[in-house]
């Protein structure tokens, strides 16, 4: 085997690596993270569902989110300190639960608001969260990553949801 067979193999290895590390990334968020549940509704008409995503903003129970960002401001990092839920825009203090984020044109955005879900079933779960009644469950890690679990539907996983109400 010559040099340049070497460095291919050695080419190919590198991004099986690095897949396998963000791979384990998540997974560690998953089994790891705290689990917390939060109400979701709809808040784009014209973009509630964007390809198989379902698009939603998520509930905090915090009356002034982001409302002093300056319009103009790009981004603005913030944090969702929960129980009891407030909004900082500095790192909590070790040992509370909170979720990073960002305030952009005066939302926080934390990258879990969105879910994905089948073609099929777009139609009746873009219906129901709109009705306000989705909820959705994350894994919040230790420093403030969260990663969406699942959607819930009244409370329940929303393919049961489905199971219960497509004929």
Same mark, same amino acid.
């Given at each position: 085997?010559? @040099?340049?067979?070497?460095?291919? !193999?050695?080419? *190919?290895?590198?991004?099986? *690596?690095?897949?396998?590390?963000?791979?384990? #990334?998540?997974?560690? &968020?998953?089994?790891?993270?705290?689990?917390?549940?939060?109400?979701?509704?709809?808040? #784009?008409?014209?973009?509630? *569902?964007? +390809?198989? %995503?379902?698009? %939603?903003? !998520?509930?905090?129970?915090?009356? /002034?989110?982001?409302? #002093?960002?300056? =319009?103009?401001? /790009?981004?603005?990092?913030? %944090? !969702?300190?929960? @129980?009891?839920?407030?909004?900082?825009?500095?790192?909590?203090?070790?040992? &509370?639960?909170?979720?990073? +984020?960002?305030?952009?044109?005066?939302?926080?955005?934390?990258? !879990?608001? &969105?879910? %994905?879900?089948?073609?099929?079933?777009?139609?009746?779960?873009?219906?129901?969260? &709109? +009705?306000?009644? +989705?909820?959705?469950?994350? =894994?919040?890690?230790?420093?403030?990553?969260?990663?969406? /679990?699942?959607?819930?539907?009244?409370?329940?996983?929303?393919?049961?949801?489905?199971?219960? @109400?497509?004929?």
């Amino acid at each position: 085997m010559n @040099n340049r067979q070497k460095w291919a !193999i050695f080419a *190919l290895f590198i991004p099986l *690596l690095a897949l396998s590390g963000l791979t384990w #990334d998540k997974h560690q &968020r998953m089994v790891q993270g705290e689990e917390v549940l939060l109400p979701i509704v709809g808040f #784009d008409p014209r973009d509630l *569902l964007s +390809g198989h %995503y379902l698009t %939603y903003q !998520i509930e905090y129970g915090i009356q /002034k989110l982001c409302t #002093d960002q300056s =319009s103009t401001q /790009k981004s603005t990092p913030g %944090y !969702i300190l929960l @129980n009891p839920a407030e909004f900082s825009l500095w790192p909590p203090h070790p040992g &509370r639960i909170f979720i990073k +984020g960002a305030c952009e044109k005066g939302r926080f955005k934390a990258g !879990i608001e &969105r879910f %994905y879900i089948p073609q099929e079933h777009a139609t009746l779960l873009d219906k129901v969260v &709109r +009705g306000k009644q +989705g909820k959705i469950l994350l =894994s919040v890690f230790f420093d403030g990553r969260a990663q969406v /679990k699942n959607l819930l539907i009244n409370d329940q996983p929303w393919q049961q949801f489905i199971a219960d @109400n497509t004929p």
